[in-house]
């Protein structure tokens, strides 16, 4: 079964870091992409960011361009993100999720999320 | 950028009825969209992909269509659970960047 359990949200500063945490299980994480999606509080879906199933490749929404960094670690099965300089607009709710192996289509296994809050 | 414009914002129905939610893009997308349910208090779902593409475990009930810029979601006979609100998502030719529609809640 596949399973995806994020961690490491909390309450941070404007201005703050967090790291965002995702253990993969029940699948062979090696070989797929993975994705951040953030859903603000009663707003709807915003993708953040993919990563290529080598770490290679990198793709950022613009907003987040440059202050926050996706990453894996295959030993570890895990999918990060690291948040830098956050902003209160970046309240909300990060889902990680594995896209669709082909040709990259969709979003088909998704966590529970974890709640990020950006106040003072 | 492409972007995704989902009719109607709301839709009241009862259970039995069928559901026709619609997916505009502002650009073609060919067949490179998704739909997702989401229930309060859950992550989403994926329902289907490629346009009209049932996701593993999807119930028959759902169906998609369309292709280039418009898009429809249908959900015949509404069972209790279907009561949700749905998202679309289209990707980026290339490099892989997505995007998704504001939603439609459906509602009893």
């Known amino acids: 079964e596949v399973q995806l359990v994020e961690s490491g949200g909390g309450l941070v500063q404007p201005g703050g870091s967090l790291r965002l945490s995702c253990e993969a299980s029940?699948?062979?994480?090696?070989?797929?992409?993975m994705t951040w999606v953030r859903q603000a509080p009663g707003k709807g879906l915003e993708w953040v960011a993919n990563?290529?199933?080598?770490?290679?490749?990198?793709y950022y929404l613009d907003s987040v361009k440059g202050r926050f960094a996706i990453s894996r670690d295959h030993a570890k099965i895990s999918l990060y993100l690291q948040m830098n300089s956050l902003r209160a607009e970046d309240t909300a709710i990060y889902y990680c999720?594995?896209?669709?192996?082909?040709?990259?289509?969709?979003?088909?296994?998704w966590g529970q999320g974890t709640l990020v809050t950006v106040s003072s | 950028e492409i972007v995704l414009t989902q009719s109607p914002a709301t839709l009241s129905l009862s259970p039995g009825e069928r559901a026709t939610l619609s997916c505009r893009a502002s650009?073609?997308?060919?067949?490179?969209l998704a739909w997702y349910q989401q229930k309060p208090g859950q992550a989403p779902r994926l329902l289907i992909y490629d346009a009209s593409n049932r996701a593993t475990g999807i119930p028959a009930r759902f169906s998609g269509s369309g292709s280039g810029t418009d898009f429809t979601l249908t959900i015949s006979n509404l069972e209790p659970e279907d009561f949700a609100v749905y998202y679309c998502q289209q990707r980026n030719n290339w490099p892989p960047l997505f995007t998704f529609g504001p939603g439609t809640k459906v509602d009893i």
């Open positions: 990563i290529k199933h080598d770490g290679n490749e990198k």
């Open positions: 999720a594995r896209v669709m192996s082909g040709e990259l289509l969709a979003f088909d296994y």
């Open positions: 650009q073609s997308v060919s067949s490179s």
């Open positions: 029940g699948f062979t994480f090696s070989n797929y992409w």
